[in-house]
């Protein structure tokens, strides 16, 4: 398996994606203070205010506070679970095979 080298140990995506979110927090607290009629207005910016929040927090948290070490214990498991979707589905193929050649056979 071949290892990407990055010199910010990959923490340049999750800059930008930190920067993008910040953009649509600020995007949405204009829109909030133009003020708008009725509560459907309302209510679609105060849920873009919360999904925007979220991503900023879950950015800020990649960039803080998970090592290297949980870097790699995570990029593991993603590959670990990977492996797993693709046997079920060698699995699923090779049974969906053998029954299209039962039927075919008689």
């Not at 930190?18 to 509560?39: C, H, N, P, R, Y």
């Not at 929040?53 to 870097?71: D, G, M, Q, T, Y």
């Not at 995570?74 to 039962?102: D, N, P, T």
């Amino acid at each position: 398996m071949m290892e990407r080298k990055n010199s910010r140990n990959g923490k340049g995506k999750h800059l930008v994606y930190l920067i993008v979110a910040l953009g649509m927090l600020f995007f949405a607290m204009m829109k909030l203070e133009q003020g708008g009629s009725g509560d459907g207005y309302r209510l679609f910016w105060y849920t873009w205010l919360a999904f925007s929040a979220v991503i900023v927090a879950a950015n800020v948290n990649w960039l803080l506070f998970v090592s290297e070490e949980k870097r790699k214990q995570l990029a593991q498991i993603k590959h670990a679970k990977a492996v797993l979707r693709e046997r079920s589905l060698e699995k699923l193929l090779g049974r969906r095979a053998e029954k299209r050649s039962k039927a075919q056979s008689r």
